[in-house]
Each structure stands twice: as structure tokens, then as C-alpha cells.
């Protein structure tokens, strides 16, 4: 909800169980220790490019996997493929939320091209097979 609320300038969950567990563990300052190391949580473009060539190699990648081969966190793979890549799961596969214009075009060729296979014969229907019958 928090997140919600404020987007990236809040803290993720695991950022919170993260920081309760070392002020249990004594640390008494709030302010950032700055190691002179970029956080593994954060967003680059070379992150999101490296994963997205892992993702044209092979969609049936799930995000553990790529988390572990690119050595990221699970959570910044995956907002990057759902947010930055505009991509879900869909079964086995990876694919991009919206259609492109040409996506679109073509399934209006399709469409149209069936109607006129209709039109010019009424028997077209007993010639498509689907999958349910193989």
C-alpha cells in the first residue's frame, strides 16, 4: 500500500526485514552507509538490456532463473520485465502485455481474410482444424 502511495521512493518489503533485522542485530543509525557499491535493487538500462537479450534467447525463462544468471534480485528482474518490458507470464512464456500497430494489422488481415473464405464457401468451416482435435 505503502508503495502504492509513494512508488519508488518507498521501501520495498524485503528492504524493511532487511533493516529490522540489523537494528535487532545493534545498528543504532538510521543514515545510509554509503560503500561506494550501486544497490542490487536498483533499475539501469544495462540491467533491463541484459535482460531482455536473456528473454529473446529463450521466453520460457522464468525470473529466478534470469535472477540467477544475471546475478540480480528476484524483485528487480521482475519489475523489470513487468514494468520496464511491459511483459507477463502467459503459460510457459514471457510475452508482451500490448499488441504492436503491426500485431494488430495483421490480426485484422487475418480476420478479414477468413470472413472472405466464408463468404466464397459456406463448407470453409469443415476444412479448419484445432487444436482440441489433433
Known amino acids: 500500500m505503502i508503495q502504492k502511495a509513494y512508488d519508488r521512493e518507498s521501501l520495498s518489503e524485503a ?16 543514515e545510509d552507509e554509503n560503500y561506494g557499491v550501486p544497490l542490487l535493487t536498483s533499475r539501469t538500462a544495462e540491467k533491463e538490456q541484459r535482460v531482455r ?3 529473446n534467447t529463450d ?23 513487468s514494468e520496464n518490458l511491459g511483459m507477463r507470464k502467459i503459460c510457459a ?3 508482451p502485455k500490448v499488441l504492436t ?3 494488430k494489422q495483421n490480426h485484422v488481415d487475418v480476420s478479414k481474410d477468413l470472413l ?4 466464397e464457401d459456406t463448407r470453409f468451416f469443415g476444412n479448419v482444424i484445432t487444436g482440441y482435435e489433433i
Open 59 to 81: 521466453r520460457r525463462l522464468g525470473v529466478r532463473m534470469i535472477a540467477e544468471q544475471l546475478g540480480m534480485d528476484k524483485m528487480v528482474v521482475h519489475k523489470i520485465i
Open 53 to 55: 537479450h536473456l528473454l
Open 93 to 95: 512464456k514471457l510475452v
Open 15 to 30: 528492504q524493511v526485514f532487511r533493516c529490522h533485522k540489523m537494528f535487532k542485530e545493534g545498528r543504532e543509525s538510521v
Open 101 to 103: 500497430d503491426v500485431q
Open 116 to 119: 472472405e473464405s466464408i463468404e
